[in-house]
């Protein structure tokens, strides 16, 4: 699928608030169609708050979530959820159900949203679990497959509607490098032959330099935009001291 220029996220002044606690403020950044966009920063500078904020879960206390034109936080429920629905999210844990097999597991969304019948969901099933290296494990169970494993099959979930935006929160999180190196290449490749954007929040370094295409750097004493752009540009450029060691920790070394 060829991708499509301009921005398809827009995120504006944006402000999240628990009560008096203010976790980030003022955010402003582009996600383009078709990027692999990664938010970074710190451990606890709201990596993970935003992305709640960003597929519907916690609303802002200002400004804007543009998501194709339409700020998804001014519109009625009803209209977010229509939003929200062609968003595919996969958690850090995988959050498989652990007493449905992977095919079960994959197929649910499907069965409760699509429409489809029966053929045209088995048919989507496979695809989806092809596309992500597991085409002879559809009978097993979550406690039978490794940890990887578990993260493809929430993968391939997370892909069962053909959603217009993947959102991921740490989706290498206890993988050793090279099932994470094999994890980046799929979701690579899921992005080159489909054209979805795909916003990750990931501490590890590897996949942010080797995969990501655009991201944005979370000052963690700011609570705001320290860095946007490509993450090996804002290496070469960045005289923040902060985001240098972050992005030079092992990331960036080629």
């Not at 490794?146 to 509607?161: D, E, H, Q, T």
């Not at 959603?163 to 206890?174: I, M, Q, R």
């Not at 902060?242 to 960036?252: A, Q, R, V």
Request: proline share 4%.
């Amino acid at each position: 699928m060829v991708k499509k220029n301009g921005p398809f996220i827009c995120v504006q002044d944006l402000t999240i608030a628990y009560d008096d606690n203010v976790v980030v403020h003022d955010l402003n950044f582009d996600i383009n169609r078709g990027d692999i966009f990664v938010i970074m920063g710190m451990s606890g500078c709201g990596k993970s708050t935003i992305m709640r904020s960003m597929i519907g879960l916690l609303p802002p206390r200002n400004g804007q979530i543009i998501i194709d034109g339409t700020d998804m936080w001014a519109v009625s429920e009803p209209a977010r959820a229509d939003i929200v629905s062609r968003f595919g999210v996969s958690y850090q844990s995988g959050a498989l159900f652990s007493s449905m097999t992977v095919w079960e597991n994959v197929a649910l969304p499907l069965q409760l949203k699509s429409g489809l019948g029966s053929t045209e969901i088995n048919r989507r099933v496979r695809e989806k679990l092809d596309m992500v290296g597991l085409n002879n494990c559809y009978d097993l169970y979550p406690s039978e497959i490794s940890g990887g494993m578990v993260k493809r099959v929430a993968l391939a979930r997370a892909m069962a509607l053909n959603p217009h935006v993947l959102f991921f929160d740490e989706p290498s999180a206890g993988l050793d490098p090279i099932r994470t190196a094999q994890l980046d290449e799929i979701i690579s490749h899921i992005n080159r032959q489909t054209g979805t954007t795909i916003v990750m929040v990931t501490h590890e370094l590897s996949s942010i330099m080797n995969i990501a295409t655009n991201s944005v750097y979370i000052d963690i004493n700011t609570k705001s935009v320290a860095a946007y752009g490509a993450p090996r540009e804002i290496l070469k450029t960045t005289k923040n001291n902060e985001i240098k060691n972050f992005l030079n920790f092992n990331g960036g070394k080629k």
